[in-house]
């Protein structure tokens, strides 16, 4: 094989690559949500994404669990509404995705939970996601805030998508 035909096969692998990526990251922001759910979820990182939780709770009056907030973070800090104080839990546990998913889990199994929204940003769900399809007997619904990156930024983050996807999967 010659370098002018590895190459063109490499960039072709890519592209596909970056053609699913890119589609995941749109798809993500037309998925329907049902009647009833058992939790939200949402993962601290950028901004939105707790508002997006508390707007949530208007249609869905159920707890609500902000993965990865620092330790010293009290729920009055973060959560402006005091009516829904109440419905909030507070995890410490994670500093990244993959942390975010065990904090989730464990969060998830501990209540036996069946159904849960989770709220992140539409770049950053599809990593999430991988994490979170481990978890038995729960249906997860993405809520995907909608973030317009930068072209570098996008190639940052399918490369974090794809680091986390051949590390769980061992091809």
């Given at each position: 094989m010659s370098i002018k035909h590895a190459l063109v096969y490499v960039i072709s692998i890519y592209t596909v690559f970056?053609?699913?990526?890119?589609?995941?990251?749109?798809?993500?922001?037309?998925?329907?949500?049902?009647?009833?759910?058992?939790?939200?979820?949402?993962?601290?990182?950028?901004?939105?994404?707790?508002?997006?939780?508390?707007?949530?709770?208007?249609?869905?009056?159920?707890?609500?669990?902000?993965?990865?907030?620092?330790?010293?973070?009290?729920?009055?800090?973060?959560?402006?509404?005091?009516?829904?104080?109440?419905?909030?839990?507070l995890g410490h546990f994670a500093k990244n995705t993959l942390e975010n998913g065990q904090e989730i889990a464990q969060w998830v199994n501990q209540y036996h939970l069946q159904s849960v929204i989770v709220v992140s940003h539409n770049y950053h769900l599809p990593r999430l996601l991988l994490y979170l399809e481990k978890i038995p007997n729960l249906t997860?619904?993405?809520?995907?805030?909608?973030?317009?990156?930068?072209?570098?930024?996008?190639?940052?983050?399918?490369?974090?998508?794809y680091y986390a996807f051949f590390s769980i999967f061992q091809f």
């Open positions: 970056l053609a699913f990526f890119a589609y995941q990251v749109h798809h993500f922001s037309h998925c329907p949500f049902p009647s009833r759910i058992d939790a939200i979820v949402v993962v601290t990182g950028q901004t939105g994404r707790i508002e997006a939780g508390e707007r949530l709770l208007k249609e869905y009056p159920c707890p609500l669990f902000i993965s990865g907030v620092g330790h010293q973070v009290q729920i009055t800090d973060i959560v402006k509404n005091p009516k829904i104080v109440p419905l909030v839990v997860i619904y993405p809520y995907a805030i909608t973030a317009y990156l930068s072209t570098g930024r996008f190639l940052i983050e399918m490369h974090k998508y």
